[in-house]
């Protein structure tokens, strides 16, 4: 017979369930053409001989190419010529009457004899034919024919194959070596030959080096078993260091009563003290009614970027101007002046280029780091996170600190209307198109959340009436030991390394700054036990935060394995990655980021059946407002937090929509917001 396999990329291979890795694949090649594609090649004698076979239409490929059909298709062409006069004229040839005399020895016999007809001659008398010397070139030929279009097919039939590796693969060259074997391998001297120039032809962008297989159904079955053995073994101790990473249903609902627990605790005048989750009120009390207008400046502080707006509402919509500004890490780990100085530089800079200092315009301040508001335009820092520590600012009323630098330098312009947390900006302005929108979350340097709580259920403020917006500072949920019991090894270790240990725990657990950490910590564990990269970390795979979370992205990306571009990403870090490698490596981003997608679900998933049984709902229709790079880049994690939020939160029906720019058209919102709801109040 005739067959073929290969390894394929397992996520094509949508019969089976596996998705990740290769998986060896058994072609059955011998079946194609059964369905009448092959039609227009089939000459009489190979429909002669499938007419005669045990199996007539089936097995069409193979019996054009395998060795038990090759001297029937002779015979039958021998029998054609015969009554065509072509050969043996005058002669007795009924002895070729009888199906399978002529056999595939016979045939190899004769081509393998090339130089003289005396081989071909004493084959055929043995058949008790008499061939003319004519007969014996002809029936030379024949067999020549024969042998060459099976070599050639089989040749077809690989080349298109390794075409598809490469592709799937996404190479521009392949290398594969093809192990074979098989009485025509080894039994045509030119088989090999034409296998190489044929598929070299076809398939140029592939090379294959084929080695002969010795007792491939022994020696393979052998090497099954032990890959197997081998494989599961090492699957056993992957699943070990992964299965304090990997949560349970039971789990993510306890997160999501402890969030709850600690949310009242935080919303309690006398237990807020002692909650983990700060739950501060904002001074927010309504969301957009999209009657608000005006020209607003905004600032955007508390992730990578510093950035200075101008954002005008008005009734064909929100526009506005942008401009990026860096911080340097000396001014974020320097003096608070240092800080607050530099941002009026900025400003000024801003207002110039955008021709706007001769005009006071409400400014509405984003500023994402935990706040103790006092008012809307009054906010004491509680600690900086994300990487600040500017010094004489923790304690200080933030909008105080901006305005004593502006008297500084000197600039007398600035009128700071609000002060505000980024959760509360994404709320905002999602909530100006879906007034449904009443939660904002952040998902990207850190990760934080707001929603709008029953003034009722607010004991840190005065007053029963309405709705507040509250910054629940979930980041630093956790950092009470409330969930001491789902941190890892590796996320104890990650936190130690930061510059705040055991501060923002949750955030740790989730958002960017962390997530490549904790991969690069559960890949320097991996490596130790022989599980990646032969057992050898490189000197760069130590350093620390040298795996950034958009890796992550890139690895997880697309439904089989960028196998160039995790080599890409490993190759940067001095790693030499295998093929089982990537495959591992892949495996550890997808718990990790599943994990930070569950956990943030949970959380959410505590704050939507608050906000339910607040209103005295069976089913809550809710919107939240998202934000933050994580959220919108990664490919899998919006994904799995809808996915899992569904699960947790049955009775709520959640939409996500992604804010566009939420700091700045927020900032200006909250203004809007206060000086419409101010002047209604008159
Ligand atoms: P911030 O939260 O500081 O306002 P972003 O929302 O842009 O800023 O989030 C920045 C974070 O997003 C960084 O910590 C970085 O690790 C992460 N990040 C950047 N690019 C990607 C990506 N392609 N996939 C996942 N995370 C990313
Ligand atoms: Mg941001």
Same mark, same amino acid.
């Given at each position: 017979?005739?067959?073929?396999?290969?390894?394929?990329?397992?996520?094509?291979v949508?019969?089976?369930?596996?998705?990740?890795?290769?998986?060896?694949?058994?072609t059955e090649?011998?079946?194609?053409?059964?369905?009448?594609t092959?039609?227009?090649?089939?000459?009489?004698?190979?429909?002669?001989?499938?007419?005669?076979?045990?199996?007539?239409?089936?097995?069409?490929f193979?019996?054009l190419?395998?060795s038990l059909?090759?001297?029937?298709?002779?015979?039958?062409?021998?029998?054609?010529?015969?009554?065509?006069?072509?050969?043996?004229?005058?002669?007795?040839?009924s002895?070729?009457?009888?199906?399978?005399?002529?056999?595939?020895?016979?045939?190899?016999?004769?081509?393998?004899?090339e130089?003289?007809?005396?081989?071909?001659?004493?084959?055929?008398?043995?058949?008790?034919?008499?061939?003319?010397?004519?007969d014996?070139?002809?029936?030379?030929q024949i067999?020549?024919?024969?042998?060459?279009?099976?070599?050639?097919?089989?040749?077809?039939?690989?080349?298109?194959?390794?075409s598809y590796?490469?592709?799937?693969?996404?190479?521009?060259?392949?290398?594969?070596?093809?192990?074979v074997?098989?009485?025509?391998?080894?039994?045509?001297?030119r088989f090999?030959?034409?296998?190489?120039?044929?598929?070299?032809?076809?398939?140029?962008e592939?090379?294959a080096?084929?080695?002969?297989?010795?007792?491939?159904?022994?020696?393979?079955?052998?090497?099954?078993?032990?890959?197997?053995?081998?494989?599961?073994?090492?699957r056993?101790?992957v699943?070990?260091? %992964?299965?304090?990473?990997?949560?349970?249903?039971?789990?993510?609902?306890k997160?999501?009563?402890?969030?709850?627990?600690?949310?009242?605790?935080?919303?309690?005048?006398?237990t807020?003290?002692?909650?983990?989750?700060?739950?501060?009120?904002?001074?927010?009390?309504?969301?957009?009614?999209?009657?608000?207008?005006?020209d607003?400046?905004?600032?955007?502080?508390?992730?990578t970027?510093?950035?200075?707006?101008?954002?005008?509402?008005?009734?064909?919509?929100?526009?506005?101007? =942008?401009e990026?500004?860096?911080?340097?890490?000396?001014?974020m780990q320097?003096?608070?002046?240092?800080?607050f100085?530099?941002?009026?530089?900025c400003?000024?800079?801003?207002?110039?280029?955008q021709?706007?200092?001769?005009q006071?315009?409400?400014?509405?301040?984003?500023?994402?780091f935990?706040?103790q508001?006092?008012?809307?335009?009054?906010?004491?820092?509680l600690?900086?996170?994300k990487?600040?520590?500017?010094?004489?600012?923790?304690?200080?009323?933030?909008?105080?600190?901006?305005r004593?630098?502006?008297?500084?330098?000197?600039?007398?312009?600035l009128?700071?209307?609000?002060l505000?947390?980024?959760?509360?900006?994404?709320?905002?302005?999602?909530?100006?198109?879906?007034?449904?929108?009443?939660?904002g979350?952040?998902?990207?340097?850190?990760?934080?959340?707001?929603?709008?709580?029953?003034?009722?259920?607010?004991?840190?403020?005065?007053?029963?009436?309405?709705?507040?917006?509250?910054?629940?500072?979930?980041?630093?949920?956790?950092?009470?030991?409330?969930?001491?019991?789902i941190?890892?090894?590796?996320?104890?270790?990650?936190?130690?390394?930061?510059?705040n240990p055991?501060?923002?725990r949750?955030?740790?657990?989730?958002s960017?700054?962390?997530?490549?950490?904790?991969?690069?910590q559960?890949?320097?564990?991996?490596?130790?036990?022989?599980?990646?990269?032969?057992?050898r970390?490189s000197?760069?795979?130590?350093?620390?935060?040298?795996?950034?979370t958009k890796?992550?992205?890139?690895?997880?990306?697309?439904?089989?394995l960028?196998?160039?571009q995790?080599?890409?990403?490993?190759?940067?870090?001095? %790693?030499e990655?295998s093929?089982?490698?990537?495959?591992?490596l892949r495996?550890?981003?997808?718990t990790v980021?599943?994990?930070a997608?569950?956990?943030?679900?949970?959380?959410?998933?505590?704050?939507?059946?608050?906000m339910?049984?607040?209103?005295g709902?069976?089913?809550? =229709?809710?919107?939240?407002?998202?934000?933050?790079?994580?959220?919108?880049?990664?490919?899998?994690?919006?994904?799995?937090?809808?996915?899992?939020?569904?699960?947790l939160?049955?009775?709520?029906d959640?939409?996500?929509?992604?804010?566009e720019?939420?700091?700045?058209?927020?900032?200006?919102?909250?203004?809007?917001?206060a000086?419409r709801?101010a002047?209604?109040?008159?």
């Open positions: 017979g005739s067959n073929c396999c290969f390894m394929a990329e397992a996520y094509l949508e019969t089976a369930e596996e998705t990740s890795g290769r998986m060896c694949v058994n090649w011998g079946c194609f053409g059964d369905d009448g092959l039609n227009d090649i089939f000459t009489p004698y190979d429909e002669s001989v499938d007419e005669e076979s045990s199996n007539p239409g089936e097995k069409r193979e019996k190419v395998g059909y090759l001297g029937e298709i002779v015979r039958h062409a021998l029998i054609a010529l015969t009554a065509e006069k072509a050969l043996f004229t005058g002669t007795d040839i002895v070729l009457k009888e199906k399978g005399v002529f056999t595939m020895q016979h045939v190899l016999d004769i081509i393998n004899n130089d003289g007809t005396t081989e071909v001659k004493r084959v055929l008398e043995v058949l008790g034919l008499q061939p003319s010397e004519r014996c070139g002809r029936v030379q067999c020549r024919a024969v042998m060459g279009r099976a070599a050639t097919l089989h040749a077809v039939g690989l080349a298109a194959i390794l590796m490469c592709q799937t693969r996404d190479m521009e060259t392949l290398m594969v070596n093809v192990g074997e098989g009485e025509l391998y080894t039994g045509y001297g090999e030959e034409i296998l190489q120039s044929v598929s070299r032809l076809l398939s140029p592939c090379m080096t084929f080695l002969p297989s010795r007792d491939g159904s022994g020696r393979g079955a052998a090497m099954v078993t032990a890959v197997a053995l081998r494989l599961a073994a090492q056993r101790v699943n070990e260091v %992964l299965a304090p990473l990997r949560l349970t249903h039971a789990d993510l609902e997160v999501q009563a402890l969030m709850r627990q600690e949310m009242e605790k935080g919303l309690g005048k006398h807020n003290a002692t909650a983990s989750v700060r739950m501060l009120p904002t001074y927010v009390t309504h969301t957009p009614d999209g009657t608000e207008r005006g607003f400046l905004a600032l955007d502080l508390g992730g970027n510093f950035r200075v707006l101008v954002v005008r509402v008005a009734e064909e919509g929100i526009s506005m101007a =942008s990026i500004y860096v911080i340097p890490a000396s001014i320097g003096t608070g002046e240092g800080l100085d530099h941002i009026i530089d400003i000024v800079d801003f207002q110039t280029k021709n706007l200092m001769t006071t315009l409400p400014l509405g301040f984003t500023f994402s935990p706040c508001q006092v008012g809307l335009d009054k906010a004491l820092l600690t900086w996170t990487g600040f520590t500017a010094s004489g600012c923790v304690g200080q009323d933030v909008v105080q600190l901006l004593e630098a502006a008297r500084r330098k000197q600039h007398s312009g009128q700071v209307v609000a505000l947390n980024d959760t509360v900006g994404t709320m905002m302005s999602c909530g100006y198109d879906d007034p449904k929108c009443e939660i979350l952040i998902v990207g340097t850190g990760t934080n959340a707001c929603y709008m709580e029953e003034m009722r259920n607010v004991g840190t403020v005065e007053g029963d009436q309405g709705r507040m917006c509250i910054n629940m500072e979930w980041g630093a949920f956790g950092d009470n030991g409330c969930l001491d019991h941190f890892t090894h590796f996320d104890r270790v990650v936190d130690e390394t930061t510059i055991g501060k923002q949750f955030e740790k657990l989730i960017g700054m962390y997530l490549g950490e904790i991969v690069r559960i890949l320097l564990v991996m490596t130790e036990k022989q599980l990646l990269f032969q057992g970390p000197a760069k795979l130590q350093t620390r935060n040298i795996f950034q890796f992550l992205s890139t690895i997880e990306l697309s439904n089989g960028a196998l160039r995790i080599r890409t990403i490993l190759s940067e870090l001095e %790693l990655a093929f089982e490698d990537s495959v591992l495996e550890v981003c997808q980021s599943l994990r997608a569950q956990l943030c679900a949970a959380g959410l998933a505590a704050v939507v059946e608050k339910r049984e607040n209103r709902l069976d089913q809550l =229709s809710i919107s939240v407002g998202v934000d933050g790079t994580l959220y919108k880049l990664h490919p899998c994690f919006s994904h799995n937090l809808q996915k899992t939020l569904k699960d939160a049955p009775n709520c959640v939409s996500f929509h992604l804010s720019d939420g700091s700045g058209k927020g900032a200006a919102l909250v203004a809007a917001v000086s709801t002047s209604a109040e008159q």
